[in-house]
């Protein structure tokens, strides 16, 4: 199927949002929320890189629109349309399922597939997705602007996604859950936008939450102590090695931020979990402590691959 | 040099805008001018496909732009920013090249680089960006629109960029003129703006004049009829054959529009030339002939590649 073809049958069906104009045209028009700041990420999905080859095309499609939206939710913003950047093999079966998948993640998500390119004949896969959102003006959160005495936070649970790429690479024994985990991550969107103009500084935990916390730290000025015995684990660790490997695993989409510390962080975050972890003080750097045991930092915080 | 050593020390000194809040978060943030629809596009360019890979990565960010802005040219709107995904080997002389020709490209129409993504450690090169522009309420053009009694024009000159393809092929001799025509197109985006609200349908010369004609055609229910004769060429054809190769060619990224006969479009075009090509009837498809003479079509319009 030639790309032109592959667009009208396959991705022009699920281009339904008036903005799309049916994929017929040049770009796509949007009329915006009047009085709305906007939100714009872009995020690529490699194969072998991001994710395994092999993974399922529709798992990769709810991966690649689900980090992207993490990144919105990490702004505190509302997503509304993506662009999609096809590239890679003109595999039809791969693409087909692929497109199926984006289409039910959207469906979730109530967003909108606003246009995109495709192109075909490459060796392996490149995904690209640019997000458009909105958010109330002066409310978009930040790595910047955690004040000293700022309780620190983090949503949901840390380490199953990298216990999942674990499973996914079969050194370790099949879990559907920790396998989902990894590649079907849960942008936080609603306490994204509850923590608009309350949090003082926010991002997702991508790359680990060790190395994402040292950079909310470097960016907002300010030294963070995380206490590893307070930080939401899904599965138990089985000693110190294993807890440091989970903080620094990556992969999670979720929410670490700060908020002073009169806020009732727990009622603004309404169904999804949320716990404290540590503490903003005034310098620089990240420390660790095991409840009451300073711990050293590993040499490892994290992904560096971007 | 690491993904986020690169975004700091090369993609973030080109950052200057507000919006992209030094690349130093998960997103930018942008405040749309008031009452003004929104316009996006996304173009991937993949190295071997869109562009040589022994193209000089200053041209290749150039083109990268430019293919980009010259849809936003074709929909009457005027550019904003961009996000950038730049995912391939981590060849640092490339990508230093590649930036500083961004930066000069992005200077040079006055467009602001927002965000996005640098993957590296890939084999081959894959380039998507996202243009983001607005156009006033409801003069943003499209394919569809084109009426019988239209006249057809074009803007520029046609077949250039072809034949600067056979020369960085090494096809045809050395011609610095044909070569930047290919590697270095020019988005119509004054006569692109000039044309919103006037026009009745346009699109931007991607994969051949004829294909992208017939495009046109199809999405307005129209019949067009082209002159061949009065297709402006950069460089006279040395027969039909020689002829219908230029206007299958593509790369030329000029506008190809249609308008109500009695509008003085040279007048709106101002110094961007503009050559009236053709007419609009009620029908289907797309005929040629050369002066008088009709002209069958060719088996191949232009490209295929999407």
Redesign the interface.
């Known amino acids: 199927m ?3 073809d592959f ?1 009208a049958r396959r991705l022009a069906p699920i281009a339904t949002s008036p ?1 799309a ?1 049916g994929l ?9 929320p ?1 009085g709305r ?8 999905l ?1 194969a072998g ?2 994710y395994l080859p092999d993974d399922p095309p529709g798992d990769v499609a709810w991966k690649l629109l689900a980090v992207n939206l ?3 939710a ?2 505190a ?1 509302t997503p509304a ?1 993506v ?3 096809l ?1 890679g093999p003109a595999d039809a079966a791969w693409r087909d399922a692929f497109t199926a998948g984006l289409a039910r993640a959207l469906d979730h998500f109530g967003v909108a597939l ?11 896969h ?1 995904l ?1 997705l ?4 909105w ?1 109330e ?1 002066g409310r ?1 959160l ?3 602007g955690a004040q000293p005495g700022d309780a620190l936070w983090v949503s949901g649970t840390i380490g199953d996604a990298g216990l999942g790429l674990a499973v996914a690479q079969a050194r370790a024994p099949f879990d559907e859950v920790l396998l989902n985990r990894f590649r079907r991550p849960t942008p936080r969107l609603a306490l994204g936008r509850a923590l608009g103009g309350v949090a003082t500084a926010g ?2 935990v991508s790359d680990g939450l060790l190395i994402d916390a040292q950079r909310l730290a470097a ?1 907002s000025g300010v030294a963070l102590a995380i206490d590893l015995a307070a930080v939401p684990l899904g599965r138990p660790a089985a000693n110190r090695d294993d807890l440091l490997a989970r903080v620094t695993a990556g992969d999670d989409y979720e929410l670490l931020f700060t908020a002073p510390a009169g806020v009732d962080v727990a009622a603004l975050a309404g169904k999804t979990a949320v716990t404290r972890i540590g503490t903003v003080s005034a310098g620089a750097g990240l420390s660790l402590r095991l409840a009451s045991t300073p711990i050293a930092l590993p040499d490892r915080l994290g992904w ?3």
Chains 1, 2 share one sequence.
Do not use: C, N, Y
Not at 37 to 44: A, E, I, Q
């Open positions: 030639a790309e032109r667009i903005a104009r017929a045209d040049d770009a796509a028009v949007w009329t915006p009047l700041d906007l939100v714009f990420t872009h995020d690529v490699a890189v991001h993490s990144d919105l990490a702004m913003a349309g662009l999609l950047g590239a606003w246009g995109g390119d495709t192109v075909g004949g490459l060796a392996a490149v690209g640019t997000a458009i959102g958010v003006p978009a930040g790595r910047a991002l997702d960016a560096e691959h971007g």
